[in-house]
């Protein structure tokens, strides 16, 4: 369940890219649905401009049977998308989670602490890392550019190498509206995990996602997004 929550945070970042002409700040709405299409859940996510950067907020709630999950995510990052800070809580079950993990550029570390009981660790950064909110922002931006971002860690607790590859246009529904997207599969590996993630953005200035699959024991559940 944690890998569900990290893929939907780095599925459902929104903010125009910042050399598009939109608001400075915008809310993207998903819905988590079972492979058979029944819904699982549904969250937001809010991003804005700030006078240092960028900032950006999640929430969400999914229930599986006999395993409820609230999570909320905050993440603050610089203008070029080099993450600052990122703070999560939430419940996993009957499990709490606190944390905040701070990202210092000029000493190339990160210093992720775990409230109740969880302490601190530290980990090795290059001198731009990124959360999994300011990740897909960075993407994004990349996509409008006609370019993909290189193979990099991408932080949401631990680190997750993280490898994006175009697999082509295709027409695909979204909103009751035949739309054409460009389709990536972006593979994720942790600690102690692999998976891979199809994601779906539409062909307009923002590259705004429209679409992801995320794989898990009985199938793939779908997350679908709106304004």
């Not at 990124?130 to 991408?154: C, I, N």
């Not at 295709?170 to 990536?184: C, F, H, M, S």
């Not at 590996?189 to 692999?194: D, I, L, R, V, Y």
């Amino acid at each position: 369940m944690k890998l569900l929550i990290f893929v939907l945070a780095a599925s459902v970042a929104v903010a125009a890219p910042p050399d598009q002409p939109k608001s400075k700040s915008e809310t993207l709405h998903f819905t988590v649905n079972w492979p058979s299409g029944l819904s699982l859940g549904e969250g937001q996510l809010i991003s804005a401009q700030t006078p240092d950067g960028w900032s950006f907020s999640m929430n969400v709630e999914a229930a599986i049977p006999a395993f409820a999950v609230a999570e909320s995510a905050k993440s603050s990052a610089t203008a070029d998308f080099c993450s600052v800070e990122l703070e999560k809580t939430g419940t996993r079950g009957k499990r709490e989670i606190t944390e905040t993990t701070t990202f210092d550029a000029s000493k190339m570390i990160a210093t992720r602490e775990t409230k109740k009981g969880g302490g601190k660790s530290e980990m090795r950064i290059t001198a731009c890392a990124r959360d999994a909110l300011t990740f897909l922002q960075f993407m994004r931006r990349e996509l409008a550019a006609g370019k993909l971002p290189q193979a990099q860690p991408v932080y949401y607790g631990a680190p997750y190498q993280t490898r994006v590859q175009y697999t082509g246009t295709t027409k695909i529904v979204a909103n009751g509206e035949a739309i054409d997207a460009d389709k990536l599969t972006a593979t994720f590996k942790g600690p102690a995990s692999e998976f891979a993630v199809d994601m779906w953005f539409a062909r307009d200035a923002a590259r705004t996602p429209v679409k992801a699959q995320i794989p898990v024991t009985v199938g793939k559940f779908t997350v679908e997004f709106s304004r």
